[in-house]
């Protein structure tokens, strides 16, 4: 058998309507995408991203959504972003855009970019603050950014019939 080889868009959906992220769905998300993808690049496009086009990843309160599809399709697929204008739900139109951020081969190295990206953006906001008491609060924020592996409890891992591995 041959692995198929994903890409993973990481993007951000920009609005200027607050009820905009509230309301959004994956499946809303997913269906907007083929739409455009279906316009810019008709049936053709359509069906070469369709082949293993999900919404992996959305966090409504931040915005941030994670794409996959296909290696052979992904460049279809961030061609196809700039195009959608709103996102569709429970019978509402809200306008919005979706922002590239990041394009990797694996899901960890897209939380790791993330990672990155919302520290940039609180030292940004950080450069930026009025009072003391906002300082402190992001200054707070902007520490416990960080990925942690969890580590065994005893040291050496082991299987659940008590033999090590290697």
Request: include cysteine; proline fraction near 2%; charge should be neutral.
């Amino acid at each position: 058998m041959v692995r198929f080889k994903n890409r993973y868009v990481l993007c951000e959906v920009l609005s200027d309507d607050p009820r905009c992220r509230q309301c959004i769905e994956d499946r809303a998300v997913g269906l907007a995408v083929r739409d455009a993808i279906g316009r810019v690049h008709g049936d053709y496009g359509l069906a070469c991203c369709s082949i293993s086009f999900t919404v992996k990843y959305l966090n409504a309160y931040t915005g941030t959504v994670l794409l996959r599809c296909r290696k052979d399709s992904y460049r279809l697929l961030c061609s196809a972003l700039p195009f959608v204008r709103y996102l569709e739900s429970r019978a509402q139109r809200y306008p919005c855009a979706l922002n590239t951020l990041h394009v990797g081969g694996t899901i960890r190295t897209c939380q790791k970019f993330l990672i990155q990206y919302n520290r940039r953006q609180l030292l940004m906001l950080l450069q930026n603050c009025t009072n003391e008491e906002e300082r402190q609060c992001i200054q707070k924020s902007l520490l416990s950014c960080s990925l942690t592996e969890e580590q065994s409890q005893s040291g050496d891992e082991e299987d659940d019939d008590g033999t090590e591995t290697d």
